[in-house]
């Protein structure tokens, strides 16, 4: 038997490779990710699994932003206004998590992430490959309103928002996959700092596990992004799609046993 330090250090490093090269691909890999992970792998106390992968998405976002911004496909301006939106819906939600049962939350993780799969594979809208013409003002307005979900989303299931944010700026926006990913990975880095703090307080933060987590996260979020540029919008959205469809199916299984 391997002592418990041994299991947890590299049962961690495995699930930071995994969602950070989930989240340089397709802009979620955090706590959509790690959360079902820990709790199949270390078999945490939910509320810890929920928690604890948040601090994690904050280098994971910052890796995969710096990779796309090479590229220049990240768009500062609608992720500052989806933030913006989107602040005051994690504050809440995450103190939210206090009232709420620790089993329908890891079923909401679940929902959420099977929900979007689908609809992100089995869409057959051609994926735009030029500058849509939408006007600014417009673009802000559309940002904010994404923001409002999308920040009870990351409140109440502790998730950087990725899994939400990308789709709805394929679906009102028009943008195509790759800046909606780079986009939402900038807007994630923010939107995951507010969050942090309070389940950090609420005592739902394993730090040792993140930090195992983060050794893993920052080289494959850069490997995630290589491997976005080599795919192109269309395959990586249907790939998107069905990553996130295979999770979630996987995690309701396990949460119903």
């Known amino acids: 038997m391997l002592p418990e330090w041994t299991h947890y250090l590299s049962a961690s490093l495995m699930i930071g490779l995994i969602s950070g090269t989930l989240g340089g691909m397709f802009g979620f890999g955090g706590s959509s990710v790690s959360t079902p992970l820990l ?4 078999q945490v106390d939910p509320l810890l699994a929920l928690g604890t992968p948040l601090p994690v998405a904050i280098p994971t976002a910052v890796s995969g932003v710096i990779g796309y911004y ?15 939106g989107g602040l005051p819906g994690v504050v809440a939600g ?13 079923v909401g993780t679940g929902v959420a992430m099977l929900g979007v799969g689908l609809r992100a594979a089995l869409s057959h809208r051609p994926v735009p490959m030029q500058e849509v013409a939408i006007r600014p003002t417009s673009a802000d307005l559309i940002a904010l ?24 700026y394929l679906m009102f926006l028009n943008l195509p996959m790759q800046e909606a990913v780079a986009t939402s990975l900038a ?5 995951t700092l507010p969050g942090t703090l309070i389940h950090w307080q609420l005592g739902h933060v394993d730090l040792k596990l993140a930090l195992y987590m983060t ?3 920052v080289p494959a979020s850069f490997l995630g992004t290589w491997i976005a540029g080599k795919l192109g919008d269309v395959r990586l959205k249907r790939l998107f799609g069905w990553v996130m469809a295979l999770f979630g199916s996987y995690f309701l299984y396990r949460e119903w046993q």
Do not use: D, E, K
């Open 94 to 106: 995450s103190y939210a998590t206090q009232y709420i049962s620790t089993h329908w939350l890891m």
């Open 215 to 217: 050794l893993g996260v």
């Open 70 to 84: 090479r590229r220049g496909l990240v768009r500062f301006r609608i992720a500052l206004f989806t933030v913006l």
């Open 145 to 168: 309103l994404i923001g409002l979900p999308v920040g009870l989303f990351c409140g109440v299931l502790a998730n950087g928002g990725g899994p939400l944010i990308v789709p709805m």
């Open 187 to 191: 807007a994630v880095v923010v939107l």
């Open 39 to 42: 709790r199949v792998l270390t």
